[in-house]
T-cell receptor, first 113, second 115 residues
């Protein structure tokens, strides 16, 4: 079964601090991995996308890494801001079924002043 | 605004009533998806259209659920005889394969509460 597991389930950090979110997946064959940010009551918004050959991808203060051999990814948030408070969802696409995404349950990040 | 739009944003209904949601995708996108999301979980796939053709339906989509995309543009999702377990956020997404990876763009969702 294609699964995506995220950890931690939630975390609280102080404004200006860094944090790292983890994602493990069993989706095979692998096509790509995305990190989405979902604000409360809104739809998810894509932050980064990585294919098999990409190890790291940055989008401003967000940096995603991918180890396709161990099937692990991480999302690092640098110098967190209050607006980073959201749920971060790891999404993996299976090759040959690119329309069907496998979603993790998300990590809820709360940034406090 | 050229993003994915959904209407209504919130719907409260009584058990047993029928509800219909609308999704307007990004205009040049030929693919449209419906998802259901409950609190603390990632979205679950419900169904997928390519143009006006419904190509796949999840087992989650019981016979009380029906989705249409009659002209390959907007889509509707209808739930008949709603149950309390149908309470969730219903998300619509669209995508258009453009020579590479196919990123889905999500709408803001319709939050359904069944009393």
């Amino acid at each position: 079964k294609n699964q995506v597991e995220q950890s931690p389930q939630s975390l609280i950090i102080l404004e200006g601090k860094n944090c790292t979110l983890q994602c493990n997946y069993t989706v095979s064959p692998f096509s790509n991995l995305r990190w989405y940010k979902q604000d409360t009551g809104r739809g998810p918004v894509s932050l980064t996308i990585m294919t098999f050959s990409e190890n790291t991808k940055s989008n401003g203060r967000y940096t995603a890494t991918l180890d396709a051999d161990t099937k692990q990814s991480s999302l690092h948030i640098t110098a967190s801001q209050l607006s980073d408070s959201a749920s971060y969802i790891c999404v993996v696409t299976q090759r040959y079924n690119d329309y069907k995404l496998s979603f993790g349950a998300g990590t809820t990040v709360t940034v406090r002043a | 605004d050229t993003g994915v739009s959904q209407d209504p944003r919130h719907k409260i209904t009584k058990r047993g009533q029928n509800v219909t949601f609308r999704c307007d995708p990004i205009s040049e996108h030929n693919r449209l998806y419906w998802y259901r999301q409950t609190l603390g979980q990632g979205p679950e796939f419900l169904t997928y259209f390519q143009n006006e053709a419904q190509l796949e339906k999840s087992r989650l989509l019981s016979d009380r659920f029906s989705a249409e995309r009659p002209k390959g543009s907007f889509s509707t999702l209808e739930i008949q005889r709603t149950e309390q377990g149908d309470s969730a956020m219903y998300l619509c997404a669209s995508s258009g394969l453009a020579g590479g990876t196919d990123t889905q763009y999500f709408g803001p969702g319709t939050r359904l509460t069944v009393l």
